[in-house]
């Protein structure tokens, strides 16, 4: 899949370290400002205890986990929407990712400066908000004057545009984001082609310390930045970027001596991994034995045919059927066989949809 999901925030928020810790792909870091100009991409490997589950039952050469971007953007300050700070790279930087990560500092340490000279985690959320709502305002009121023109002659796109256009403006101007605007399918369509900052889905990750690492939820900064997220209907979560960091770069034995000395059950980093993917609107379909067994993303709503494309073009254009099992009934039947015998394997047509944990085998002829 070519969605990503963009870290954001304030500089020195702890972005780039958190990047690190999921790609391990060494971004700049430093304790200044817009130590990251360009956008660094990386992939990373979706966790899914799932996989081992399915290589035990249905044995395979190897096992492969499937995988998705994410994009570390530099540091916004306010001002950004008019170019302060660099702000207009960034701000389109921002454009081009599918999802926002928001990371926003969540822990006092005098040794790290922080851009405005205090921690205030809800300040630098509505900082970051500011400036994307200003930059879909501007957008939104420039787009209006054209729409306006063509919608004069009745064209029936021009005015579709402009009814969703005439609908967001408002929303905006009141200070709230166009993912707070409930829009029907067709609107949706208008609304992904204007590329609006606020459109995006968002995930607020705060940069806890390490003695909270085990329960954010301890955190008082943490509190506030979930309490923040309830209230756009998104998720938060707690996460010990600096620490992560380093946790990563352990072996599997010392890693898990570490979390166990920490008190928690797998690096924090798994769970922002899948809160991510899930944000993209990502699932996941397994092929298992023979040579490997794998994990493969598509999207939500996805239909046989087209996940069976993922695989290899082929498999789309020769589409016959789809064998399937839900990793669940194999993993309570205990084998592929039992799975059969129960009734459990389905054969699904063109116009079945994909469901998260679907372990398929294609049937297709070219």
């Given at each position: 899949m070519s969605l990503t999901a963009g870290i954001v925030g304030l500089p020195n928020v702890?972005?780039?370290?958190?990047?690190?810790?999921?790609?391990?792909?060494?971004?700049?870091?430093?304790?200044?400002?817009?130590?990251?100009i360009d956008p660094n991409?990386?992939?990373?490997?979706?966790?899914?205890?799932?996989?081992?589950?399915?290589?035990?039952?249905?044995?395979?050469?190897?096992?492969?986990?499937?995988?998705?971007?994410?994009?570390?953007?530099a540091g916004i300050v306010k001002g950004a929407s008019k170019g302060e700070g660099l702000g207009n790279k960034?701000?389109?930087?921002?454009?081009?990712?599918?999802?926002?990560?928001?990371?926003?500092?969540?822990?006092?340490?005098?040794?790290?400066?922080?851009?405005?000279?205090?921690?205030?985690?809800?300040?630098?959320?509505?900082?970051?908000?500011?400036?994307?709502?200003?930059?879909?305002?501007?957008?939104?009121?420039?787009?209006?004057g054209r729409v306006q023109k063509a919608a004069k002659g009745k064209d029936e796109d021009a005015l579709a545009e402009l009814a969703v256009l005439e609908k967001i403006k408002p929303v905006l101007e009141a200070g709230k984001p166009v993912r707070s605007i409930d829009f029907d399918e067709d609107e949706q369509k208008i609304v992904k082609g204007l590329f609006l900052?606020?459109?995006?889905?968002?995930?607020?990750?705060?940069?806890?310390?390490?003695?909270?690492?085990?329960?954010?939820?301890?955190?008082?900064?943490?509190?506030?930045?979930?309490?923040?997220?309830?209230?756009e209907?998104?998720?938060?979560?707690?996460?010990?970027?600096?620490?992560?960091?380093?946790?990563?770069?352990?072996?599997?034995?010392?890693?898990?001596?570490?979390?166990?000395?920490?008190?928690?059950?797998?690096?924090?980093?798994?769970?922002?991994?899948r809160a991510s993917y899930n944000l993209l609107g990502l699932e996941t379909f397994f092929t298992a034995g023979g040579k490997e067994t794998k994990a493969w993303t598509y999207l939500k709503?996805?239909?046989?045919?087209?996940?069976?494309?993922?695989?290899?073009?082929?498999?789309?254009?020769?589409?016959?059927?789809?064998?399937?099992?839900?990793?669940?009934d194999l993993d309570k039947l205990g084998s592929e066989q039992a799975v059969k015998e129960a009734g459990k394997l389905r054969v699904e047509g063109k116009d079945y949809v994909m469901q998260d944990g679907d372990i398929v085998n294609f049937r297709f002829n070219v």
């Open positions: 702890g972005k780039s370290t958190l990047f690190n810790a999921i790609t391990k792909a060494g971004a700049e870091m430093a304790n200044y400002p817009f130590a990251t991409v990386g992939m990373v490997e979706v966790p899914d205890d799932r996989l081992d589950r399915i290589q035990e039952l249905i044995p395979a050469k190897k096992i492969v986990p499937t995988t998705f971007e994410f994009t570390d953007i960034f701000l389109e930087n921002i454009r081009q990712v599918d999802a926002i990560v928001h990371v926003v500092r969540s822990f006092d340490d005098d040794n790290i400066t922080h851009v405005t000279g205090k921690v205030d985690p809800i300040a630098d959320i509505e900082t970051i908000n500011l400036e994307l709502g200003i930059s879909d305002l501007d957008a939104v009121t420039k787009r209006l900052l606020t459109s995006k889905p968002v995930l607020y990750v705060a940069n806890i310390s390490e003695d909270d690492m085990a329960d954010p939820e301890g955190s008082k900064y943490f509190q506030l930045v979930k309490e923040y997220a309830a209230k209907n998104a998720q938060a979560i707690g996460i010990a970027a600096e620490t992560e960091e380093e946790i990563a770069e352990l072996d599997d034995e010392d890693k898990a001596t570490f979390l166990e000395a920490e008190g928690v059950t797998e690096p924090g980093l798994n769970k922002l991994i709503g996805t239909k046989a045919p087209q996940a069976a494309g993922i695989i290899h073009s082929d498999f789309e254009r020769g589409f016959i059927r789809a064998e399937v099992m839900a990793f669940d």
